[in-house]
């Protein structure tokens, strides 16, 4: 049966809408009354700051109205930037895994984003989801393509009868 990726999607967000939504409008409470209900800076920067908080932080999670202890108020969005980024790319990670060969591909790709993620200094202003595209790069490489080369391994006739071997096991 085919799936849709569309509906698939719209079925994850609508599972994690109302509960991270309620959750983002309880983390602005929060800062309003730690910021005693004072506005402490621009009024678009702290929009700004609602909406990254907003889109399951996978935009980022920024310091809201001046207050510095903001993303400690609410740690636990961190998975939630996993999870939405593996959701999006699952059609691509099904592509990959068709042939042996766009596995290998998928996993050459995988180790020179890696290796180019550690030549990027995180400090930069201009790159933010720095350390989410690590983590997602690291995630991919040793998760996905373990995963892969494991589905292409157990379709081999010689693989599956070295596995049953008791003096490999």
């Known amino acids: 049966e085919k799936v849709s990726f ?29 910021s005693r209900f004072e506005l402490h800076g621009s009024f678009g920067s702290l929009l700004r700051g609602m909406a990254e908080w907003s889109m399951f932080s996978v935009a980022g999670t920024p310091v809201l109205n001046g207050f510095a202890e903001t993303n400690r108020l609410w740690v636990v969005t961190w998975s939630l930037r996993l999870e939405i980024v593996f959701y999006l790319l699952i059609p691509f990670v099904l592509w990959f895994s068709k042939t042996i060969w766009k596995t ?59 596995a049953r071997c008791p003096r490999v096991a």
């Open 104 to 162: 290998l591909l998928f996993i050459a790709l995988c180790c020179m984003l890696l290796k180019a993620s550690l030549f990027v200094e995180p400090n930069h202003w201009h790159f933010p989801f720095f350390y989410l595209l690590q983590a997602v790069v690291r995630y991919i490489c040793f998760s996905f393509s373990v995963g892969i080369v494991t589905a292409h391994l157990v379709r081999i006739e010689a693989v599956r009868r070295l």
């Open 6 to 34: 569309a509906r698939f999607m719209y079925s994850r967000l609508w599972r994690l809408s109302p509960a991270y939504l309620g959750g983002a409008l309880f983390l602005f409470v929060l800062v309003a009354v730690f």
